[in-house]
């Protein structure tokens, strides 16, 4: 069969754009960090594009062209064309609420939304596969005719354009400047495409500039994700002095010195050992400032010991604590767990009406992560209320972060007034450092 120059013309233009596409998404999935959602949500948006110039390619190729089975390509590749397009905005906008970090139940919402918009505008679209009413392939000459619907077929996206539209408006102060205008290039771009080609027949300007639209979203993902590595190493260093700072605690320095002076008169030998101990403790603590990768927990271990050490000598009686230590076959970051166990004596054991209590550390493993817990039965306080003494719990913050940005672990704090606190980490078997 031979050609016409249009479809020559047309079909590859559309070829170098599905390369070009194509090449995009292997560059994607083949990153060493590929799991992140962004990568994730950019080669969904990827695929769908395939997708569409996949189909538009078929059309260009088999229009005219009555060989026997080419109707039902034709027919095929159309439909995924279709299909391709009506999902392509979803996606996007749930890459959307991701990137724009958008509040979870918010989020939830919008996705709820987009997953029943979908559904419906897919069902059409299979529907119109009987009925004809965006588009038909002609059987004689296996030509693509537009049906008496097909304006709603270039308008079914516009909802959800729209939505993205508002959120964009509601959360661009939480993105660099350059990344709305590149979303808002993004948007502008299919929308200016489908307006085009509504009136000009022929020229599949829409695939054009979507391909366009997703050269530059690629560009912006990288972008953002350089500056969050940038502004994930400021925090890293910032963080490194509040751990500095938060270890430096006066009180606890006065209490132990103290506690050893008494001891240098009666017990000259515990003197000393309580000396080793506190000197251990700080240099545990210099130490851990500069751990950039997790350490084992037997390490962490060995830092809560002499820390408790310590503590001992100075309540005697009134601390009990309890060790239930199933598997220390996992690391955590340095100094994450101490300052919890630090947490209980003095928020939860010191401040209780009578001054004792006992604190429980336990590990445990399950299927798909390890367990960490910190218990004390001491004061409690309402999880749901801020604490006044703000400074005190930075440390408590800063153990949060670590954990998650080092670990991807999480913590769950418990409490009951009166009856105490219980602390959980969760540290996934699969961790990984995430940007």
């Keep these: 069969m031979e050609y016409t120059n249009m479809q020559v013309y047309c079909a590859t233009i559309d070829i170098v754009c599905l390369t070009f596409v194509f090449t995009l998404f292997v560059c994607t999935i083949t990153r060493r960090r590929f799991r992140e959602r962004s990568d994730v949500f950019f080669s969904l948006i990827c695929l769908d594009a395939i997708g569409m110039l996949f189909g538009n390619i078929a059309t260009w190729l088999f229009s005219g062209n009555a060989q026997p089975y080419n109707y039902e390509i034709a027919v095929t590749c159309m439909f995924i064309e279709y299909f391709s397009a009506v999902a392509f905005a979803a996606i996007y906008t749930n890459y959307l609420v991701h990137y724009l970090g958008i509040p979870e139940k918010v989020g939830a919402h919008i996705r709820r939304f987009d997953a029943i918009y979908i559904i419906v505008a897919e069902l059409v679209v299979i529907l119109n596969l009987k009925y004809g009413f965006f588009y038909t392939i002609d059987p004689a000459l296996n030509e693509y005719e537009r049906g008496p ?4 077929s270039m308008l079914v996206n516009v909802p959800v354009i729209m939505l993205d539209i508002i959120l964009l408006a509601r959360y661009y102060r939480n ?3 350059s990344a709305v205008v590149a979303t808002v290039i993004y948007i502008l771009l299919p929308v200016t495409g489908a307006a085009f080609q509504t009136y000009y027949d022929g020229a599949p300007i829409l695939y054009w ?12 993902v990288r972008t953002e994700m350089l500056y969050q590595m940038e502004k994930q190493k400021k925090e890293l260093a910032e963080s490194k002095q509040a751990i ?3 270890q430096i605690k006066p009180h606890f320095m006065y209490n132990s010195l103290t506690t050893i002076a008494a001891l240098c008169d009666k017990n000259p030998a515990e003197a000393k050992r309580a000396t080793l101990d506190f000197s251990r403790y700080l240099r545990g603590n210099i130490d851990s400032v500069n751990k950039m990768i997790p350490v084992p927990f037997k390490n962490e271990m060995e830092h809560i010991n002499t820390y408790l050490s310590l503590e001992k000598l100075r309540f005697e009686n009134r601390l009990n604590v309890v060790f239930d230590i199933e598997t220390t076959d996992f690391s955590v970051p340095a100094l994450t767990i101490q300052p919890l166990v630090e947490n ?3 928020h939860g054991i010191c401040a209780s009406a009578d001054g004792t209590g006992t604190l429980t550390l336990k590990t445990w493993e399950e299927e798909k992560s390890f367990k960490i817990s910190v218990s004390d039965d001491g004061a409690g306080f309402d999880v749901n209320k801020k604490p006044d003494d703000g400074r005190e719990h930075i440390g408590l913050d800063n153990v949060r972060k670590r ?3 080092m670990s991807n672990a999480t913590m769950k704090i418990e409490s009951e007034i009166g009856k105490g606190t219980t602390i959980t980490v969760t540290v996934p078997k699969e961790t990984r450092k995430s940007f």
Excluded: D, E, T
């Design 344 to 346: 209980a004596v003095k």
């Design 403 to 405: 954990l998650l940005s």
């Design 149 to 152: 619907f097909w304006i709603v």
């Design 244 to 246: 500095m700072l938060s």
């Design 175 to 177: 993105v660099l400047p």
């Design 209 to 220: 500039l979507l391909s366009i639209g997703i050269f530059i979203l690629f560009f912006n």
